[in-house]
């Protein structure tokens, strides 16, 4: 049977994305084909300037021929991109680049040609430019979805923030019953659905140990109901937990998926467990799409000492 394509959009130039890719095929071979969107300038100045050296088999989007794609060749679909040098400072030249990258990668997917995306970083300040919080809302909205979610996937423990890059002072305000079910009931079907295992899920309270000196509790009115109320669905989740000790060995061992309020609240553990050996995967699109958990990294570009391993899972992950 003929695997479909995972389509990699390689993201903002001036980055370590191509470095990262080009390790991720010297140190795996990968059944799916793969198909790379971006400058083939660039690719050929990357692979000069960091010593390695693919054939490209440059692809037009239109006319593919998938019985003949093989991970021979670096598949490419070629993105014109005006630019002096690599490795310049990241700012808003690249905008345009990166957006004709993912038009190309949405038409391919929209077409049923694949249903597997992988996305390198981009500048949230320049390319985003505040429209959106991250790729997972600016994807959500080209494919006219509402209810999405962000899962930083690991084997041994995924988490997911209930709210993604919001400032501090706006997560409170982002918080409701409505948003925690819809988000853990996706997260609940995914699990079932793709990994084939009901999943033990645990959520955090939004303020320390899960108490306020506040008229109004979020943890107690919110959470607590939300997580009756999937309980009830018949969802294996408790909460509210406090989250400065959910993580600890003996509680994070009995569950699954951590759901917290905010990003940095189980961003940070999980990184810190974890380091590279984790993905971020959005759900409700009508594709499944990850990234490398990571961002561009621009001072360690060209530097050829960035570690691929988030990369090779993501790949790993889609090549069914």
Known sequence: MQLKPI???????????????????????FKSPIILIASNKILQSQMK???FNFKINILNEKRLNLKKLNNKKINLININYNYNKIFEKISSKSKGYIEKSFSKALFLLKKKISNKLINGPIS?????????????????????????????????????????????????KNINKEIIKKKIILINNFYK??????????????????????????????????????????????????????????????????????????????????????INITLGLPFIRISPDHGPNEQM???????????????EFLDI
Do not use: W
């Open 7 to 29: 389509i990699v959009v390689a993201g903002e130039p001036n980055s370590i994305f191509l470095e990262i890719f080009f390790k991720s095929l010297k140190k795996k071979k």
């Open 49 to 51: 300037k960091l010593n």
């Open 124 to 172: 949230k300040k320049y390319f985003l430019n505040k429209k959106y919080l991250g790729i997972t809302e600016y994807l959500a909205d080209k494919t006219n979805q509402k209810n999405f979610a962000m899962l930083i996937f690991n084997k041994k423990l995924s988490v997911s923030p209930i709210t993604t890059h919001l400032p501090v002072k706006l997560i409170s």
């Open 193 to 278: 659905n793709y990994i084939g295992v009901k999943p033990c899920i645990a959520v955090t309270g939004l303020n320390p140990h899960c108490e306020s000196t506040e008229k109004v509790n979020k943890d107690i009115s919110i959470i607590k109901p939300s997580v009756n109320f999937l309980k009830n669905k018949g969802l294996k989740i408790s909460g509210p937990h406090a989250a400065d000790t959910i993580f600890l060995k003996n509680n994070r061992k009995k569950y699954d998926i951590i759901v917290g309020m905010y990003h940095d609240q189980v961003l940070t553990p999980i990184k810190t467990l974890f380091e590279y050996d984790a």
């Open 301 to 315: 570009m060209g530097k050829n000492l960035s570690n691929p391993l988030s990369l090779i899972r993501a790949l």
